[in-house]
């Protein structure tokens, strides 16, 4: 089975400070891996995505993540937080390409 | 080049009625997905469409049918609706599946009374 954790419904950071989303998964098969973000009434934006090439995968905005298997973890930061990423996080893996499982979001707070 | 667009943007329903969303792709995309995001939570799969037909379907009741088009453009249906069916539901567009970007509408809001 196929599965995505969040791990932290709300993350806070001050401006300027790292950001750290944490994402970790379960496949059955060696997976694709996205990050998306959602901005209020809003559809889904693709940050980056792991696709077994580079284990550390550059984004849009300054965003980067980086796949571990030993840990199945898909991690997301950014080193300098701005107001404008103030908004919804949503991991997502794909075993086949076909069906994504999106993890249940991480809300990411920057306070000036 | 337009992205994915979705038809309507909110929608008002009763209990028992269908509903019928729009979906049209991305220039250049041929396939379809259908996701339901429920408030607070993150989109959930309902089905894929490619080459008019569905190729995988997620964990949803045949309630929810759906239909591609030869231009690839998508419909999205629900029957008998549920006060549990009122979510956001997102269409996403890809080249042929096939772990391609999936590009996401703004979607449709559908608040059912």
């Known amino acids: 089975a196929q599965s995505v954790t969040q791990l932290g419904s709300h993350v806070s950071v001050s401006e300027g400070a790292l950001v750290l989303l944490r994402c970790n998964y379960s496949?059955?098969?060696?997976?694709?891996l996205f990050w998306y973000v959602q901005y209020p009434n809003q559809g889904l934006q693709l940050l980056l995505k792991?696709?077994?090439?580079?284990?550390l995968v550059k984004g849009i905005n300054g965003f980067e993540a980086e796949f571990k298997k030993s840990e199945t973890s898909f991690h997301l930061t950014k080193p300098s937080a701005h107001m404008s990423d103030a908004a919804e996080y949503f991991c997502?893996?794909?075993?086949?390409?076909?069906?994504?499982?999106f993890g249940t979001g991480t809300s990411l707070t920057v306070i000036p | 080049d337009a992205g994915v667009t979705q038809s309507p943007t909110h929608l008002i329903k009763t209990r028992g009625q269908q509903v019928t969303l729009r979906c049209s792709p991305k220039s250049g995309h041929d396939t379809v997905s259908w996701y339901q995001q429920a408030l607070g939570q993150g989109p959930q799969f309902i089905f894929q469409?490619?080459?008019?037909?569905?190729?995988q379907r997620g964990n949803f009741p045949d309630r929810f049918s759906g239909h591609q088009f030869p231009n690839y453009s998508s419909e999205l249906n629900v029957n008998a609706l549920l006060l549990g069916d009122s979510a956001l539901y997102l269409c996403a567009s890809s080249y042929s599946g096939g772990y391609e970007t999936q590009y996401f509408g703004p979607g449709t809001r559908l608040l059912v009374l």
């Open positions: 496949s059955s098969v060696p997976p694709y």
């Open positions: 792991y696709t077994s090439a580079a284990t």
């Open positions: 469409y490619y080459e008019e037909e569905e190729r």
């Open positions: 997502a893996v794909s075993p086949t390409g076909n069906q994504f499982y």
